[in-house]
């Protein structure tokens, strides 16, 4: 079976600062990994995604995450971040070879504050 | 959202009463896909077709069924028998394996 974990359930964090957002993930063979943005109300947008090479995946809006098989990690980080970055974050997982099926974590509500 | 619609925006549900989703792509994606989300779970995948005339039962397909007729299009009935419909539900669609693009979604509540 496949699971995601992302550990908080809200991230504070001042605008112009750097921000993290955390993801660990359990798989069966080499994982596919994403990372999608909700805002209020509406479906889920895809920013970005992991599937082979560099362990450093760079997707919209300047977020960009990093790749850690030791750890089974994929965070979710932005130099500096701005007020309208708030939003409910989701990371995903899917084993190679695994179908289309993905497993989400439960998300995590980003705050960006002046 | 761009490439799938998802309608009505809202919908509301009377005791005993079947209602039915709609979604719909322009994407010429082969995989289709319905979730439902619930505050603080994340999304639980409920059905989902990898091909015409094809579909599969996800982790809660238990009060809730599925047609794939045409490719652009992946109805989901909510039935009588889902005890607790109240729910954002999700529609996404892919090329294969790939990543799954969502539409903006239709929040069902039940009278």
């Known amino acids: 079976a496949q699971s995601v974990a992302q550990p908080e359930d809200q991230v504070n964090v001042a605008e112009g600062n750097p921000l993290t957002v955390k993801c660990t993930y359990s798989?069966?063979?080499?994982?596919?990994l994403f990372w999608y943005v909700q805002y209020p109300n509406r479906g889920l947008q895809f920013l970005l995604k992991?599937?082979?090479?560099?362990?450093l995946v760079k997707g919209s809006y300047g977020f960009e995450a990093e790749f850690n098989k030791s750890q089974t990690s994929f965070h979710l980080k932005k130099p500096s971040a701005l007020v309208s970055d708030s939003a409910l974050y989701f990371c995903?997982?899917?084993?190679?070879?695994?179908?289309?099926?993905?497993?989400f974590g439960t998300g995590t509500q980003l705050k960006v504050e002046l | 959202d761009g490439g799938i619609t998802q309608s009505p925006k809202y919908l509301f549900r009377k005791e005993g009463q079947n209602v039915t989703l709609s979604c719909e792509q322009n994407?010429?994606?082969?995989?289709m896909y319905w979730y439902r989300q619930d505050p603080g779970q994340g999304l639980r995948l409920i059905y989902y077709?990898?091909?015409?005339?094809?579909?599969q039962k996800g982790d809660i397909a238990e009060g809730y069924s599925v047609s794939r007729e045409k490719k652009e299009s992946f109805p989901l009935t909510v039935t009588s028998a889902q005890k607790n419909p109240t729910a954002f539900y999700l529609c996404?669609?892919?090329?294969?394996?790939?990543?799954?693009?969502f539409g903006p979604g239709t929040r069902l509540l039940v009278l």
């Open positions: 995903a997982v899917r084993a190679t070879g695994g179908g289309n099926k993905l497993t």
């Open positions: 994407l010429n994606h082969d995989a």
């Open positions: 077709s990898q091909i015409v005339n094809d579909f």
């Open positions: 992991y599937i082979t090479g560099d362990n």
């Open positions: 996404a669609s892919s090329s294969g394996g790939e990543t799954q693009y």
């Open positions: 798989v069966s063979g080499n994982p596919y």
